[in-house]
């Protein structure tokens, strides 16, 4: 029983990912329909950073968003929450071939994670990396089950 708490917690995490992104993909379909740049416009200044450093950066991508690329954004993040959703369930499962998906997704981002802390280190950068290298080092020992070589012992 406990020897899957970990994965269970994994697993949650993963789910709120994809449940988080299966939000902002309904939201994306959302502004379909609507005028795109208006709408854009007033969540960039909701959140503010509609003012300083940052502000033609914003509103020049604003300038560029179409309704296409809405559309196009609102699939790959719809695509992308699905995965983390069946990779959640799996773990939560305990199914071998979730835990071989989360080594392989969580393995694709730390290149791209130490490449980020390395040209700008910050503290949530440095826990990001360091849980993601984590996470990934866990579900390999535990796929290992103790043994030498990487082969899983229940491939699917």
């Not at 940052?54 to 699905?82: E, H, K």
């Not at 791209?112 to 390999?140: C, D, F, S, W």
């Amino acid at each position: 029983m406990f020897q899957n708490q970990g994965l269970k917690a994994i697993a949650l995490f993963e789910g709120t990912k994809g449940v988080f992104v299966l939000l902002v993909g309904f939201e994306l379909l959302h502004l379909l329909g609507a005028d795109v740049q208006n709408s854009s416009q007033q969540i960039v200044h909701h959140l503010g950073l509609d003012h300083g450093a940052l502000a033609g950066v914003f509103r020049r991508l604003l300038d560029q968003i179409s309704n296409s690329s809405v559309r196009m954004m609102a699939v790959v993040a719809l695509l992308y929450a699905t995965l983390r959703l069946v990779e959640a369930v799996g773990l939560w499962l305990a199914r071998p071939w979730a835990e071989w998906l989360a080594i392989i997704s969580g393995s694709l981002y730390i290149p791209v994670e130490m490449y980020k802390l390395i040209q700008h280190p910050t503290l949530i950068r440095i826990l990001i990396t360091l849980g993601n290298v984590a996470l990934v080092y866990y579900l390999i020992r535990r796929r290992r089950g103790g043994r030498s070589n990487l082969s899983p012992s229940q491939p699917f």
